[in-house]
């Protein structure tokens, strides 16, 4: 049924999409589209999108409930048929196919985007050039990383055999840092919205004097551990109210953050650009926002400094570029969210090497022994807190189907 629906919404789209354009070129027919998902820290779903041509285009969505039926039951037969090659076309023609259905803002989005990452892949498979090429060529050769750190139970877990510590205790945090430092990290980031160890009723998000100290006191901890080796940025995850997050910024304010991501919650621009008028520290946001068009009023109000979109998320590849763009003209920069696979983070760097004002990539997964065994390759593509964007065709890495089926999630 879905099938049927699918193609015929398809078929009559096309009065407004036009036929595939003719070309001398290169062509390539899709001929299936599916999803895995491997069991890391996140459930990171893959994308395969089959061609005519032997090539596989591989992408990642972001983690959610649903984006694999929506790829097989809705998306699958409106692209098999179509030219790998036409990636924006078939961009549009995934939103307008999911038209109320979410290609606007949420699991539709997220499912068109990692089909969108496959497609880029395939193009450039097809085309023999890089993705970062075919985007318009490259700025820089490799990108920076930044770490996502841990105190509490991730540390311990991820912390040498024997090695205990306190949970939550500033101590553990600048223990955290100094191991990420040490790997090669130049910028590295905590989560400050953690237990304190009392009982507060954190639905209200107001913090009393103690919870913000306890806040304070991780941030000095782990400043005064790293000093000037690394920046640091904290992460509030949307848990605290504009008067709390206003109190808590300028608690921290003397440490020189590198930024404060999410204080408030995303939906509402206007006390998040009153925020920003309020306090003297660097804000990010974004990884709840869908496009350019969900990105506009963040831009063009500039109610924060830098900008993160997830391109697993967001819309993609393209889309994550154009909303760079728009964010140039009003000198901001982006900061890209990541907690995704291989595929995600090199993903994402073809974009951080093609846009003037990038500034850093998350990664995610410091805690996963195998991350880099997913992908066919010896050398690890993280090393010493940059990532070399690849220039073999496509996203340029290839997926050691061997370790994803050893660490595939099973139902």
């Known amino acids: 049924m879905y099938d049927d629906f699918a193609s015929t919404l398809a078929a009559t789209m096309w009065a407004d999409f036009d036929e595939q354009p003719d070309r001398d070129g290169p062509t390539a027919e899709i001929t299936d589209v599916n999803s895995i998902v491997i ?26 409930p649903g984006v694999h039926e929506i790829i097989t039951d809705y998306l699958r037969p409106v692209l098999v048929g179509e030219n790998p090659l036409d990636v924006e076309r078939l961009y549009y023609l995934m939103r307008e196919s999911l038209s109320g259905r979410g290609s606007q803002w949420g699991v539709g989005t997220i499912a068109i985007s990692g089909i969108e990452i496959a497609l880029w892949d395939a193009a450039g498979k097809i085309l023999d050039q890089p993705v970062y090429q075919l985007l318009g060529g490259k700025l820089r050769d490799q990108v920076r990383v930044y770490a996502d750190c841990h105190a509490g139970e991730a540390m311990v877990s991820s912390a040498a055999e024997g090695q205990e ?14 191991m990420a430092v040490d790997d090669g ?12 160890g009392r009982e507060i009723d954190t639905l209200s998000r107001h913090f009393d004097p103690p919870e913000i100290e306890h806040k304070r006191s991780v941030v000095e901890a782990v400043t005064d551990e790293i000093g000037d080796e ?16 206003e109190r808590l910024c300028q608690a921290i304010e003397p440490y020189d953050l590198a930024w404060i991501e999410d204080p408030l919650p995303p939906e509402n621009t206007d006390a998040m650009r009153e925020l920003k008028r309020r306090v003297d520290v660097t804000l990010l946001t974004g990884e709840n926002r869908y496009g350019r068009h969900g990105f506009r009023d963040l831009v063009e109000t500039q109610a924060v ?8 998320k967001t819309g993609g590849i393209a889309e994550t570029k154009k909303i760079a763009d728009l964010a140039e003209g009003y000198y901001q920069a982006l900061v890209p969210h990541n907690i995704g696979s291989p595929v995600a983070t090199v993903a994402t760097a073809h974009v951080g090497a093609t846009v003037p004002n990038f500034v850093a990539l998350e990664y995610h997964a410091r805690e996963v022994p195998w991350w880099d065994d997913l992908v066919a390759r010896d050398e690890p593509l993280i090393r010493n807190g940059r990532l070399e964007v690849p220039d073999a065709p496509g996203l340029g890495i290839e997926l050691d189907w061997d370790a994803v089926e050893e660490h595939r999630k099973r139902s």
């Open 39 to 64: 069991d890391g820290n996140f459930p990171w779903t893959i994308v395969t999108l089959e061609t005519d041509q032997g090539v596989t285009g591989i992408g990642e969505a972001y983690p959610s």
């Open 165 to 178: 510590t306190a949970t939550y205790e500033p101590e553990a945090y600048a223990k955290a840092a100094r």
């Open 185 to 196: 990290f130049d910028v590295i980031k905590f989560d400050l919205d953690v237990p304190s």
């Open 230 to 245: 690394a920046e640091v940025a904290v992460d509030l995850h949307w848990n605290f109210s504009p008067e709390t997050a």
């Open 305 to 312: 400094d830098f900008l993160a979109p997830d391109v697993p």
